[in-house]
């Protein structure tokens, strides 16, 4: 035990007389358990690529159809640029822009450019339409993770309002489009069984310019220990 914390003391200087910078007592408090963890593989931070078999389908397009939108150009304010339902006048569209059943789909997606050009959408949205669409995964957890403390999904970006349940349970929403988020799945994550993720996307909305609808980044399913860093929780601020 004196030999490995030893080599943990080591590790933590050589990566001080590596870097520039003068660490505080707090950043070293956090920084240790990272070293701690490579002397204890079972605990390390595992991030799996999480975007082969996901099902989608689309239940709900309310730009279809004949609409009524506020013109929306390049020098529009982003909080002037947004169309929201309540502005869209929908009229019969004669079709349905897919089957109700889902379908199979590989992460990155965007539904949006699966459908059909409309010029009444207008060009800041590539006259392309959005809409309600739905994701789901059917999956079992790995047996690399299923002794991790901590169990989460994250999504590098969906474009936009976001709803995430696992097995029946909200994880959370997200309403922003560009940027990154995750949640906690270990509460409710079936470590033996299957599990069911499943993601609502609504981009009911037109912005400045094409935007594309869906998840249209990479997710990830992550296992950490008890102690671990949580995400994005490391970064630079510069004096």
Known sequence: MKTQNTDIINKVKAFIDSIDVRLSVTTLFFLFPCFYASAKPQECRQRLTFDQNWQFKLVENKEAGTQKKTRVTDDTEPEQAQVTASEITNGNSGKQAFDKDFRNVTIPHD???????????????????????IYQKEFVLPDSLRNYKKISITFDGVYHRATVYLNGQKLGYHMYGYTGFSFD???????????????????????????????????????????????????????
């Open 111 to 133: 539904y949006s450019i699966e459908q059909d050009f409309q010029p009444q959408i207008g060009g800041s949205a590539g006259y392309l339409p959005g809409g309600l669409g």
């Open 185 to 239: 799945m270990t509460p409710y994550v079936n470590r033996e069984g299957k599990n069911v993720l499943r993601v609502e996307v609504n981009r009911e909305e037109q912005s400045r310019w094409y935007t594309g609808s869906g998840i249209y980044r990479h997710v990830w399913l992550e296992a950490t220990g008890s102690t671990h860093i949580r995400n994005n929780g490391v970064y630079v601020v510069a004096n």
